[in-house]
């Protein structure tokens, strides 16, 4: 089965501090996404990239940034944390054209 | 671009009876369609997809969806509700871009 691994199931960081969440997949999936989940807001996607060092805004990409240096690993990073981005991040990856596989989440509080 | 309104964001059901949850999008494409569920403090499991193929989807545990181009609706249904399906359920979308378009979910409630 393909496997979608987030390295934190929780997180608490202070408002400021410089976050990274990582993403880690490994069935070759060329597509990587990172959504946030929020109460009544569904799934929003914040950025997502088709490649090696590329990278595309999805709804709401304010706040964050993302890297992907290999195929495998694709991380968000909030580069100064704030109270209104706590939230469940969810990542996920697709071949170019098939199935998703989400991670299992990452729950951030920032205080 | 894409994008799909849950018409209710709270439904209620008792135990036996049919489910209907409703869905219209919205795609400047042909669009591929998908519900998901997410049972509390669980991941996100996908429940079926519309891909252009027949209309009349059969998904994982007696779910089922129709895909009506002419009302932009991806309805899903089950004829006979069971305790275990209390759920929050995600219509999604996804387009030209390959991303998905969530939904902003519909909680299902199931009472004896």
């Known amino acids: 089965d393909v496997k979608v691994t987030q390295s934190s199931r929780y997180l608490v960081k202070r408002t400021g501090e410089k976050v990274f969440l990582e993403c880690v997949q490994d069935?070759?999936?060329?597509?990587m996404f990172w959504y946030r989940q929020d109460p009544g807001l569904g799934l929003r996607l914040i950025y997502f990239?088709?490649?090696?060092?590329?990278?595309e805004k999805g709804d709401i990409p304010e706040g964050y940034s993302v890297s992907r240096e290999k195929k495998e690993r694709f991380s968000l990073i909030l580069e100064s944390a704030s109270t209104n981005q706590t939230s469940m991040y969810l990542c996920?990856?697709?071949?170019?054209?098939?199935?998703?596989?989400f991670g299992s989440g990452t729950r951030l509080t920032v205080v | 671009a894409q994008s799909v309104t849950q018409l209710d964001s709270h439904v209620s059901v008792s135990e036996g009876t049919p489910v209907l949850l409703r869905c219209n999008y919205s795609?400047?494409?042909?669009?591929?369609l998908f519900w998901y569920v997410q049972h509390p403090n669980k991941g996100l499991q996908l429940l079926l997809k519309?891909?252009?193929?027949?209309?009349l989807v059969k998904g994982i545990n007696g779910f089922e969806a129709e895909f009506k181009k002419s009302e932009t609706s991806f309805h899903l249904t089950k004829p006979s509700a069971h305790m275990s399906d209390a759920a929050e359920y995600f219509c999604?979308?996804?387009?030209?871009?390959?991303?998905?378009?969530f939904g902003k979910g519909t909680s299902l409630l199931v009472t004896p």
């Open positions: 996920a990856s697709s071949p170019r054209a098939g199935s998703y596989t």
């Open positions: 069935m070759d999936h060329e597509n």
């Open positions: 990239s088709y490649d090696v060092k590329m990278k």
């Open positions: 795609s400047s494409y042909s669009p591929s």
């Open positions: 519309y891909t252009s193929a027949a209309t």
């Open positions: 999604v979308v996804s387009g030209f871009t390959h991303a998905l378009n």
